[in-house]
């Protein structure tokens, strides 16, 4: 049997016994896999929980969804990590956005700094949070990250301050500044722009309390290091056992 297809919606679903289905997850519901009333699908508000609903009413523009039942999800991770990784060219951000949501990240901050010579915009983090959210469901998450965009490393440093644990890669570190095995607490992970840091860049980290790490001898493309950053620092707060 396959999995019960899923979709997210904008409003709190606890408490309800009935829902409207409208807008693009309407649309992809309706027009690209061609749900029929009867259909057994998956209601995510980002709660954390799944709410199971068969759909009973197919209109022009929205379906009528009846719950069943509710469960609270197995899939998010059990500790907060938030990905900082600067505006990459072409379509490298909406990768590492997809590879972070699989492995568990929590939030994802999207920034320019002192040598990106990408852009954002409005339509570029809407994509991104599209992107996030497809991502979700793919890997049966019950929760998307949220992207969100600084436009200065300073911005979104700041925003991770609360996190346990503040990682900032440096191509220009080596020996003994390794990824921790071991981590106790949320994580905020660090990785730039094509361009890398500036040695401005990183003395501003450390004075907020980013701690400098190395992923190696090898200079790693910017999407593979923030793909690595999050993987490894799932593995070492134990989210991939």
């Known amino acids: 049997m396959s999995t019960p297809r899923r979709f997210f919606v904008e409003y709190e679903l606890n408490g309800r016994t009935e829902v409207f289905l409208e807008g693009e997850e309407f649309t992809h519901a309706k027009t690209v896999l061609r749900l029929e009333e009867g259909a057994e699908i998956v209601l995510l508000d980002g709660s954390g929980k799944e709410f199971s609903a068969i759909v009973a009413n197919i209109e022009k523009h929205r379906l009528l969804a009846h719950i069943t039942g509710a469960k ?27 590879k972070a949501t699989e492995l568990g990240v929590t939030e994802i901050f999207v920034f320019s ?6 852009y ?6 809407e994509r991104l949070n599209k992107v996030a959210r497809e991502a979700a469901k793919q890997c049966l998450r019950a ?3 949220k992207v969100k965009y ?15 644990n503040k990682l900032f890669a440096c191509e220009f570190l080596s020996g003994g500044n390794g990824m921790p095995n071991v981590l106790n607490g949320s994580a905020a992970v660090v990785v730039g722009s094509e361009g890398g840091f ?14 400098g790490v190395s992923l190696g001898k090898r200079i790693l493309r910017a999407e593979t ?13 134990g989210e991939l056992e």
């Not at 700094?113 to 990408?118: I, P, Q």
């Open 198 to 211: 500036s040695d401005r860049e990183f003395e501003l980290a450390k004075s907020l309390g980013y701690i």
């Open 143 to 145: 929760c998307a990250p």
């Open 150 to 164: 600084f436009d200065n490393l300073n911005g979104a440093l700041s925003c991770a301050k609360n996190y346990v």
């Open 72 to 98: 609270v999800s197995d899939k998010e991770p059990e500790t907060e990590i938030c990905l900082l990784c600067g505006v990459l060219k072409g379509d490298k951000t909406e990768l590492v956005v997809q």
């Open 225 to 237: 290091a923030a793909i690595s950053m999050c993987t490894l620092a799932a593995y070492a707060l």
């Open 113 to 118: 700094s002192e040598y990106c010579s990408a």
């Open 120 to 125: 954002m915009n409005e339509n570029k983090l």
